[in-house]
């Protein structure tokens, strides 16, 4: 018997943009991985469940049909294939298995979170399963732990005995998209993103000593440090980004944080994080990259679909 | 002798977008006012020499050409008709006539005004001949004042005896456009801008109370808002809104004012900053319009140009 034939589940991450199809066998374990070429498989581009089913065939190819599909992410919200209602914090695997939706002829999809902070709500989809699978990877964060997922949306989750207690969303990543390329900030800058640790410290040390300026005051300084020549037009998007995650640490470490503090990104991503943090005195956090397949390992574990 | 003869001066408020001239006479009365119909005579449309000088003498039409010129605004930035290095606070009439510059066959720009704040610098044009005519319309702001001039990057600028010693810019504006037409928060609104006065409340009232938990995070309660209908989609322009400024009024408010708080803006934009103040329990801000023909007139008395 090959790997393949040892399958017992095909797991879906299926963002706004983005498309892997995971081949899993009876202990969890990885037998195949495929990745869609473009972002015209994101369920942000797709409409109607003909568009879906015809993705899902895509990625698929000739992998087994007849096995169990689970899937996580935005493929679940309201513009995806069919709506899986947010479940409420805390929640952990148990919850979360608890109010996963069934799409005819399709998979089972896994519910995003919603919390309420002083009457706000605030939501998850997607970086719930991999919160699940940094816990699966790290049992030692299950029992207290702060778990950053940097991004368009950043997510700051707080975790304890294994569920998700609250989380706060920061549009950092978005943030820097809007003011790296269409506001006034941008003409100052080159066209390309080169690398300048020490502005993007500079910019990260500026938030912390002088952020309660107010973000959108010290957002200025990168115009205001390009037009005085004191940083070089080169300087500026790595100054523009430090200020960014440097607001977000602000926020973000506001409450003091039990047990540690993980990194869920691509490398790059999380070793700037890492930088920042360290410019607010918080060393080695632990680094991880995507861990949406071992937290749908988990929900299908709870189901009882694989050991 | 009619009024226009009486002429003494032309002014020009020259910003990135708009220009508007003024015939002002020998007490430095205002004896007649145009204004460019479009953006298309604005400094920032406007390119080389020739451009300014053709736009210039399109507002001027029949005026008289041999009347002394002075202008103020983005006409004087380094992609102006000529630049007008910025003057350093503290800068009041006097260091601010003294610093102008004369553009040969075109008019005497005022300089703009810069200052620093933690190795920061920050900088107006335009904006200090506007606080010039706020003083001479109401001297009693003179000694002690806190003037704000809300707008697309509002200033928070600080007056003791007559001059700017500080002050502070806020991308407020740039954000709220940015966020309201091409952010994710874009999703969930309407077309249009419809008033709603209590959720624009609300939004300053969140900054105000919860704003440090930052404004990356708080801005994607829009989003969540209008998500869980706990919002209607109509309420989230003004939400947002409300969120911005309140985070204006956040840093801006931190230090205490000595003497009045003036706002120079048109009413409307001058109306919603005084509620947001009042949340902020400010009551009574004096409300101006636009101040900047009063300032030219300052200067051009400061040269001894009229009386």
């Not at 797991?11 to 990745?35: H, K, Q």
């Not at 689970?70 to 493929?75: P, Q, R, S, Y």
């Not at 970086?127 to 778990?147: F, N, S, V």
């Not at 010290?218 to 020549?229: D, H, I, N, P």
Request: aromatic letters at 4%.
């Amino acid at each position: 018997m090959n790997a393949v034939a040892a399958a017992r589940l095909t797991g879906l991450d299926w963002g706004s943009t983005s498309l892997r199809a995971y081949l899993i066998g009876a202990d969890g374990e990885v037998l195949a991985e495929r990745s869609a070429a473009s972002a015209a498989l994101g369920a942000s581009t797709l409409s109607g469940a003909d568009a879906f089913a015809a993705a899902l065939a895509q990625i698929r190819g000739d992998w087994d049909a007849q096995l169990p599909l689970l899937a996580c992410g935005m493929v679940g919200a309201r513009h995806g294939w069919l709506e899986a209602p947010y479940a409420p914090c805390p929640a952990g695997a148990g919850e979360l298995a608890a109010k996963t939706v069934q799409v005819p002829g399709g998979p089972r999809i896994v519910p995003g979170l919603i919390c309420e902070t002083g009457g706000v709500p605030d939501v998850m989809r997607g970086e719930e399963t991999q919160i699940l699978g940094a816990l699966q990877r790290h049992p030692e964060l299950a029992d207290a732990a702060c778990i950053v997922l940097p991004g368009t949306h950043s997510k700051w989750a707080r975790v304890e005995d294994g569920r998700v207690t609250g989380f706060a969303t920061h549009m950092t990543g978005e943030l820097y998209a809007l003011l790296r390329r269409q506001s006034v900030l941008a003409r100052l800058m080159p066209e390309d993103d080169p690398a300048a640790p020490a502005a993007f410290e500079a910019g990260v040390d500026a938030a912390r000593d002088g952020g309660d300026a107010g973000l959108a005051h010290q957002l200025f300084a990168v115009r205001t440090l390009g037009l005085t020549e004191q940083r070089a037009a080169a300087e500026l998007p790595d100054y523009l980004s430090g200020l960014l995650i440097g607001h977000e640490l602000l926020a973000g470490l506001l409450r003091p944080i039990d047990g540690r503090l993980a990194i869920v990104a691509e490398p790059a991503l999380g070793a700037r994080y890492a930088r920042a943090l360290a410019r607010f005195g918080v060393a080695n956090p632990l680094l991880l990259g995507n861990t949406a397949v071992a937290g749908l390992v988990c929900v299908a574990r709870e189901m009882g679909w694989i050991e």
